[in-house]
């Protein structure tokens, strides 16, 4: 199933699930609760990130071939960090190059992203997706100076000015996906592509993943975990490109849908 989130006629936030027909069906309730499908035909309205995260976790350096071609050994754990729940933007809503704190060293990282559906702490290979309510497109937007250079070594600063968390358009439930183990990747800007990989060369996968991060510790109904992203981004191209103001960024998961976002200065 195919979940969207939208503002309904009315102006308000609601779920509906789109049908092999084009059309949408309203969901009651709410898909981190309770919720269900119901009969009714809506009209679509504007689409907002597909779910409200309580906490996002992105991993670093989670593709095989990325690492090598950044001449880095393997992680033996995931590399964690976090970004600020303020950073995410709706399909289709500016990525906004900061000015205030500025930087001049924005980038793109199309990934995959995990949505945890209810509470969930130590859990194992075998029922680790049972705790998935679904899939869906990321860009793990970085400021790259103030990631590596201005933060003091620590990744959040870079990675949580407003608008740095593009999530959606849709959320994939798990029985068209399953664990995602194979799925193809493709990052575009101004229609170039920039990153192509798939999710088959995950260092850790969406299973893993979720062991890990839910080992000694409760992921809440809403987690979002980001699955790290394959080589391409623009701070490893020589010399490096980063993204610029009338930039439009595209991300493509396959099964899922495609992201865009264009690109702005800070207000």
């Known amino acids: ?124 290979r075998e029922n680790a997706l049972s705790f998935v309510l679904g899939y869906t497109i990321a860009n793990d937007v970085s400021a790259r100076d103030w990631q590596f250079k201005l933060g003091g070594g620590q990744f959040c600063q870079g990675k949580s000015f407003d608008t740095f968390c593009p999530l959606g358009p849709v959320l994939v439930t798990p029985d068209e996906l399953d664990d995602a183990a194979a799925l193809r990747l493709e990052t575009r800007v101004n229609g170039e592509v920039r990153q192509e990989g798939s999710t088959a060369d995950l260092i850790f996968d969406v299973r893993e993943l979720i062991v890990f991060l839910s080992a000694s510790k409760t992921l809440l109904p809403g987690t979002v975990i980001l699955t790290g992203t394959p080589g391409g981004a623009g701070h490893t191209m020589k010399p490096p490109i980063y993204l610029k103001a009338g930039d439009v960024v595209s991300v493509t998961i396959e099964k899922i849908g495609t992201l865009t976002n264009p690109v702005i200065l800070e207000a």
């Open 1 to 124: 199933m195919k979940i969207i989130r939208h503002l309904t006629p009315e102006g308000r936030p609601g779920w509906a699930a789109l049908q092999p027909d084009g059309t949408a069906r309203a969901i009651d309730g709410d898909v981190l609760r309770e919720w269900r499908v119901t009969e009714r035909l809506v009209a679509t309205g504007e689409l907002l990130a597909p779910v409200e995260p309580v906490t996002v976790f992105g991993i670093g350096l989670n593709y095989r071939k990325h690492a090598e071609q950044l001449g880095i050994a393997l992680v033996e754990r995931p590399l964690v960090f976090m970004k600020s729940i303020n950073a995410v933007q709706r399909p289709g809503g500016p990525i906004a190059i900061p000015r205030t704190l500025a930087s001049e060293a924005v980038d793109y990282e199309g990934e995959l992203a995990i949505v945890i559906g209810r509470a969930c702490k130590n859990a194992t």
